[in-house]
C-alpha cells in the first residue's frame, strides 16, 4: 500500500484546512497522526472501512476524518485550528482499529501544517 498526502499549509488561528490521503492497493483502516517539533508522534483521527471513527480529545469538535471509498482516499477536515495544531501530518493505514502508531502498517511521507497566533 502506498500513501500519499496533500493539502498542508499556512493557515491563521481559527482557519481551516483539509487534508487528502489517497491510498493504491488494498482497503484498510487509515487515520492520521501528527509530529509537533521535539514531540513524539501523536494520534489524530482514525476511520475503519465501516466509517467507524476515533478522535484524539484534542481535536474532539474541530477536526472530521471521512473517507471516499470509490477513490479510496481519507480526508481530515481541520476546522477552527490553533497554534498548537502546527505539525507534520501523516496519513497511515493498517488492519487494526488503534490510536497507537505501532499497530499501523503503511505511512506516508507527511504534510506540514503551520497555524500562525
Known amino acids: 500500500v502506498q500513501l500519499q498526502a496533500f493539502g498542508g499549509g499556512l493557515v491563521q488561528a481559527g482557519g481551516s484546512l483539509r487534508l487528502s490521503c489517497a491510498a493504491s492497493?488494498?482497503?484498510?483502516?487509515m487515520g492520521w497522526f501528527r509530529q509537533a517539533p521535539r514531540k513524539e508522534r501523536e494520534f489524530v483521527a482514525t476511520?475503519?472501512?465501516?466509517?467507524?471513527?476515533r478522535y484524539a480529545d484534542s481535536v474532539v469538535g474541530r477536526f472530521t476524518i471521512s473517507r471516499d471509498y470509490a477513490k479510496n482516499t481519507v480526508y481530515l477536515q481541520m476546522n477552527s485550528l490553533k497554534p498548537e495544531d502546527t505539525a507534520v501530518y501523516y496519513c497511515?493505514?493498517?488492519?487494526?482499529?488503534?490510536?497507537?502508531?505501532?499497530?499501523?502498517?503503511?505511512w506516508g511521507q507527511g504534510t506540514l501544517v503551520t497555524v500562525s497566533s
Open positions: 497511515t493505514a493498517g488492519p487494526r482499529f488503534s490510536s497507537v502508531a505501532v499497530m499501523y502498517d503503511y
Open positions: 492497493g488494498r482497503t484498510y483502516t
Open positions: 476511520i475503519t472501512t465501516e466509517s467507524s471513527t
